[in-house]
Each structure stands twice: as structure tokens, then as C-alpha cells.
């Protein structure tokens, strides 16, 4: 069974109070990630000026491709050999080539972390679902603007039976 570990968003622009909270967790994973050699892939916001995702869903500009904002947190920052996938959407699948890059490196099972809970990490899950991965999201090493939103998501994940356990747990079985 291929293992990897997929980091949502965790880019400058996209950074709130909770999600700082969860970086030393996050990177506690991608260090036992390395080290097993098991793939890292950071799936980062990659939005232009005019995007219209912004007018649709009434937020602010941030995670413009090659702005200072669009990069990931200096405390986490990729490796040689990390993927980097940008994605334009929610999900890290929809309109990418995440899962094909995920099937050709024989990788059926997945441990999701990062931002937001209920909105991109969700999505991402979601997805990695419907295309027939294995999926582990560490309640721990998540976080959403609320926590009640942080929670109805993991409600939802709960309800389609993806595996929960802390990161310390998802660590050691990666």
C-alpha cells in the first residue's frame, strides 16, 4: 500500500489564528513523511487578479500565483522532491493532475492535513474518496476559521467512514 501526504493551503495569504496552531503538527508529519520516504505534496490556492471565485463567493483577492502571499509558510516549507500542485479550485483533484501523479506512484492511501477544515481540506477529502483512496484526516492537524466549522466538517468526513486519528497516530502509520 503507497502512502502520501497531501499539506492544503498552507500559503501565506491563506494564514488565519487556527491555522498557526496546527504548523508544528503539520510539520511533525512531513518530517516522519521524509524521513519514510513517502510523498509530501503541498496543494496551494493558485488564484489570478480577476479570479472568479473571489466575485462568487464574496471573498478578498490572496493567493495570487507569484505574489510574496501565494508561497507556503517559511515553517514548512517544500523540499527538493515535494510536488507542488496548483489548483484553481477547491479540491486538489478537480482540474490537476494530482491523481494521476498519485496512481503512477502506486499510492492508494492518503493522510490530509491543512486549511480550511471545511471548505478546501474537506473538498480535497472528498474527492480522494470518490476516486477510491484510503483517506486519513488528523483532527489535529486541521483547522477552519471557526470551531464549529472545523467540527460540521469532521461531522461530515465521520459520516463516509474516513479514518480519524491524531497526527502523533497518523505519524506512526505512515
Not at 488565519?16 to 524521513?35: D, G, M, N, Q, T
Not at 471565485?53 to 493567493?63: D, E, N, S, T
Not at 480522494?128 to 492537524?141: I, K, Q, R, S
Request: with cysteine.
Amino acid at each position: 500500500m503507497g502512502k502520501a501526504l497531501i499539506v492544503v493551503d498552507m500559503q501565506k495569504d491563506n494564514m488565519f489564528r487556527e491555522a498557526y496552531s496546527i504548523v508544528p503538527k503539520i510539520r511533525r508529519l512531513i518530517s516522519e513523511a521524509r524521513r519514510r520516504r513517502i510523498p509530501v505534496v503541498y496543494a496551494c490556492d493558485t488564484r489570478h487578479p480577476e479570479d472568479l471565485l473571489f466575485k462568487r463567493i464574496g471573498m478578498k483577492p490572496h493567493a495570487i500565483k507569484g505574489t510574496e502571499g501565494w508561497k507556503i509558510i517559511e515553517e514548512l516549507k517544500p523540499e527538493e522532491g515535494d510536488l507542488i500542485i496548483e489548483k484553481r479550485m477547491l479540491s486538489a483533484f478537480f482540474g490537476t493532475s494530482l491523481d494521476s501523479i498519485l496512481r503512477e506512484k502506486n499510492v492508494d492511501s492518503l493522510v490530509i492535513v491543512g486549511i480550511a477544515t471545511d471548505v478546501c481540506l474537506l473538498k480535497t477529502a472528498l474527492d480522494a474518496f470518490e476516486l477510491g483512496y484510503e483517506v486519513t484526516v488528523p483532527p489535529d492537524g486541521c483547522a477552519a476559521l471557526t470551531r464549529e466549522r472545523h467540527e460540521a466538517a469532521l461531522k461530515i468526513l465521520e459520516a463516509l467512514k474516513v479514518r480519524m486519528v491524531p497526527v502523533e497516530e497518523a505519524a506512526s502509520n505512515l
